[in-house]
């Protein structure tokens, strides 16, 4: 189940950038009391009453070219595509203004579930402030303080009141569920294009829990596939934004549903910064990953190319390490073979489990080969190794101090874990727990 969207929707100047921080617990957005001050639009996850979401702040609005009314259209119109539910915020110190009256206007003919949350009302003599905003026609203003952090609980509570009923996945077990991320036009539709042409045994077409993506499935060598494609952004109406900033929350949304995440590239452009933060979501979700350079057959070779090529992606993906590479061209097909294949190891290595015995005389030999760390005389003592998960394969150190197992020391048992059991292309998790924990 893909966790519900929410969007913070305004003017600027209304605190959005405040009570998104305050949502999702931390400062990820620049708060300054100027309008315009969010230059991009940021996604991070909230959880309220054990409900987890992603949270949208709809901000980057700076006055240009275009009437600010047209542009809080078009962010208006971006959040309504996206969020399963809209909390439109407005000033109460302000009053109603045009641009809020324009925004209410659109929501209210999107049918989307509205919260209007009043804030920067800091105390309970600023209440009275608040009734005009019923004249909105969003239901009732529910009253908040970003500064102050006054009023959240209840205004998240109706936020999670509005979240669509989870469904029941019907996917097998069995299939594999590949996602394809990476920025725009870097072929994605292409190469899902030339995987199910090739194929030619489509099975069925499976919604997708996003309304603008459709899950393809089909069947190759008697193994099914589940094909995720976060490319292409609809057009709605005129509104159209060519950047895809909202490209990243598609992208978080497929690596949720994924098993498998293809890391799309470039080869004509080669690796740009965008496509290392892309890369980044699927790492941090712990799917397995391979990274795909499309488009290879547009690239002037030499026998020397695809090595110094790969070389360059090892160093800009240092975090991806463990990620097989596959070249190959959409458009051609030309080696679209090697994909599935991989794919399918991939896989097999995400759900590997290592029986604790066969664990525990590897670590044994590790650590005889490398002797644990030491830390102002006192010596890590790794007392015995257990599994605890698959997707990705996650291993419990049970020790005397957990403080003492060190980054790098880690990074060694992780190499040798890799080493011994071939986990290539899924991430490995390593816990430190005191032994009587």
Not at 26 to 48: F, H, N
């Amino acid at each position: 189940m893909t966790k519900p969207v929410v969007a913070i929707v305004g003017r600027p100047n209304v605190g959005k950038s405040t009570i998104f921080n305050r949502v999702v617990g931390e400062r990820v957005a620049i708060v300054e009391d100027l309008p315009g001050v969010t230059r991009d639009r940021l996604y991070s996850k909230g959880e309220w009453l054990n409900h987890e979401f992603y949270v949208i702040d709809t901000g980057g609005i700076e006055l240009g070219n275009e009437p600010l009314l047209v542009q809080m259209r078009q962010q208006a119109e971006l959040a309504i595509e996206e969020a399963h539910v809209i909390i439109l915020m407005v000033n109460g110190r302000e009053g109603i203004t045009a641009a809020d009256q324009e925004v209410a206007n659109l929501l209210f003919r999107s049918k989307k579930p509205v919260v209007l949350a009043v804030n920067k009302i800091d105390n309970l003599e600023m209440r009275a402030d608040v009734y005009e905003f019923y004249s909105l026609g969003m239901g009732e203003p529910f009253s908040i303080s970003g500064s102050h952090g006054l009023g959240l609980g209840d205004m998240l509570d109706e936020v999670v009141r509005h979240f669509p009923e989870e469904t029941d996945d019907n996917v097998d077990e069995d299939t594999i569920r590949m996602a394809l991320i990476g920025r725009p036009n870097v072929g994605k539709s292409s190469l899902v294009n030339a995987l199910l042409g090739e194929e030619r045994v489509i099975v069925s077409q499976i919604p997708g829990t996003t309304r603008d993506a459709i899950d393809t499935s089909f069947t190759k060598d008697d193994q099914d596939y589940v094909v995720i494609d976060t490319a292409g952004m609809r057009k709605r109406g005129k509104v159209y934004e060519a950047t895809e900033k909202y490209s990243v929350l598609r992208s978080l949304k497929a690596i949720e549903r994924s098993d498998v995440v293809l890391v799309v590239i470039d080869a004509e452009e080669g690796i740009i910064e965008q496509d290392k933060k892309i890369a980044g979501y699927a790492h941090e979700a712990g799917r397995a990953v391979v990274l795909v350079v499309n488009k290879w057959d547009a690239v002037e070779k030499t026998d020397k190319t695809m090595r110094e090529f790969e070389q360059k992606i090892r160093d800009g993906f240092q975090f991806l390490s463990y990620a097989p590479v596959v070249f190959l061209s959409a458009k051609t097909t030309q080696r679209l073979h090697l994909l599935l294949p991989v794919v399918q190891f991939v896989s097999e290595n995400h759900h590997l489990r290592v029986p604790t015995h066969v664990l525990n005389d590897m670590i044994m030999d590790a650590v005889a080969m490398n002797p644990t760390p030491t830390d102002k005389g006192k010596r890590l003592k790794i007392n015995y190794v257990t599994q605890v998960a698959v997707q990705p394969p996650t291993f419990v150190f049970f020790v005397n101090e957990p403080e003492l197992l060190h980054f790098s020391y880690k990074r060694f048992l992780e190499n040798r874990l890799r080493a011994t059991f071939e986990f290539e292309g899924t991430p490995v998790r390593i816990i430190a727990r005191k032994k009587n924990d």
